[in-house]
Antibody
């Protein structure tokens, strides 16, 4: 059974860097694509980016080069850093397995972690 | 950045059939498969339909998905109170090279 758990600081000040970790159990992170997705309070879902099984990454350009996704295969963790946060980055952040196929049309997000709320406030 | 358009709300009474639409363009729904996610209040989303019309094990056959051209639909038959949730469509966009989500539809069971 695949399980994901996000962790990291819940409160940040504007201009700080958000750092979250997704700890995966049940599968090797090196076998799948992994995505980070966020949801602002009362709003919809926004895709942040993914890391592939080969270690390549792809990010949502709307986030203006601020996110970085990296992994620690020895700990089976996928991490997200988001620089220069503002109040607009307040959201629940989810990690999700995206699947193992090369073509996006053959992938979907399953499962998702429970999410972690990050609040940006001065 | 909801390039996929969903109605913000939908409703039905127990036992009814409800459909939720998701409209996109040739670079996303028109070129790629559509996935649907259900988000129960206070919980993380979970996949309901993948690759347009496939149900993961454990998802009741009351839920079905379809796609035609640049639009997709989620249908829920035999509506139950536990179906009250948010529903999101998602598709890859070949031009933007990103995953797009619809804005979400909040389903109310009256």
């Amino acid at each position: 059974q695949v399980q994901l758990q996000e962790s990291g600081p819940g409160l940040l000040k504007p201009s700080e860097t958000l750092s979250l970790t997704c700890t995966v159990s049940g599968v090797s992170i090196g076998d799948y694509y992994w995505s980070w997705i966020r949801q602002a309070p009362g709003k919809g879902l926004e895709w942040i980016g993914y890391m592939s099984y080969s270690g390549s990454t792809n990010y949502n350009p709307s986030l203006q080069s601020r996110p970085t996704i990296f992994r620690d295969t020895s700990k089976n963790q996928v991490s997200l850093k988001l620089g220069s946060v503002s109040t607009a980055d307040t959201a629940v952040y989810y990690c999700a397995r995206e699947g193992l196929y090369y073509y996006p049309s053959e992938r979907w997000f399953d499962p998702w972690g429970p999410g972690t709320l990050v609040t940006v406030s001065s | 950045q909801s390039v996929l358009t969903q109605p913000p709300s939908a409703s039905g009474t127990p036992g009814q059939r409800v459909t939720i639409s998701c409209s996109g363009s040739s670079s996303n729904i028109g070129s790629n498969t559509v996935n649907w996610y259900q988000q129960l209040p206070g919980t993380a989303p979970k996949v309901l339909i993948y690759r347009n019309n496939r149900r993961p094990s454990g998802v009741p056959d009351r839920f079905s998905g379809s796609k035609s051209g640049t639009s997709a639909s989620l249908a829920i038959s035999g509506l139950q109170s536990e179906d009250e949730a948010g529903y999101y469509c998602a598709a890859w966009d070949d031009n933007l090279k990103i995953w797009l989500f619809g804005g979400g539809t909040k389903l109310t069971v009256l």
